[in-house]
């Protein structure tokens, strides 16, 4: 019989609710056992073999969890994901890892020195529009790949009441949100940039984050990667656009994943979950074997569980993390730079210090 993992979900907010809990009780070798709720008990609701404590300390009292899962507010994640460490749990921190890479350093060092496992929820490595996107690129279908831009554009014009998401605290804003997203994959598909120029806006009226960034990363080879994101475009543009020597992939549309979660779907239940509709495909116009090839091109399925199952296999059979702690750290760095090249208004060089 294989290992189970107990594992500890500390917030039950949209995070937990639509992504970690649902995906945990998904994948085989994992156990929901406890939940940190405040004030409800919404996760004992659906999930009734779960056991629901009002406080982390109660969490990390129970010998049987191994693995605790952050989910919290970005500006509480260093202080629980440290306690968990110390306690001598596995961790996940779900993004942005941390307010600033002084404080990732800290964790990493803290999970060496306890020897546990330390891993960033950065899911959207298993969109399946990224995952199309990586091969695309991987098996040269457009030549040298010159330049890249990436769009996660919303409408909320309005400030949203009653979250932290809308306050003004460490790690707030678009740019640790979104923009976690979008610079983890630039670096899963390009390593780590060369230099970084921001343009951070506060586009709603009153608002108290930044809602608003295009931030341009250039990288070895001349390739050049445009990262933007806004919570006031109503009419959506492509999600990636991708040149290069031999030709584009143009594709539209977001990973259904998300939207199923928000329902309440789980994703064992659907055989065909994380699977796009043909008219979201994305659109190849490229030259292969000498002829000119336009032409729909299948998105590969998307999967969260992936995630999970990795850090199953890690803590089970020892098999290395697909997010490694030090890939979370260099997010969080360029995300520093980016803040600063807009307050000095200038193109930064990439520096790890």
Sequence with gaps: MSKITEVGLVGYGMAGQAFHAPIIS???GLNLKTVVERREQKAKDRYPWVSSVKSVEELLADPEIELVVIATPNATHFDYARLALEAGKHVVVDKPFTATSAEA???IKLAQEKNCLLSVFQNRRWDGDFQTVRQVIEQGLLGRVVEVEVHYDRYINYLRPHTWKEEENPGAGIVFDLGSHLIDQAQVL???PKSVTADIRRQREDSQIDDAFELILNFEKGIKVTLKAGMLVREKGPHFIVHGTKGSFVKYGLDPQEAALKLGLMPNDDPLWGQEPTEDWGVLNTEVNGLHYIGKVETIRGDYRAYYENISAALSQGIKLAVKPEEAL????????????QKQQRTL???AE
């Design 330 to 341: 260099n997010t969080i760095r360029i995300i520093e730079l980016a803040l600063e090249s």
């Design 26 to 28: 998904s994948v085989n």
């Design 190 to 192: 390009f390593g780590l």
């Design 105 to 107: 350093k800290t964790l």
């Design 349 to 351: 060089t990439y520096s």
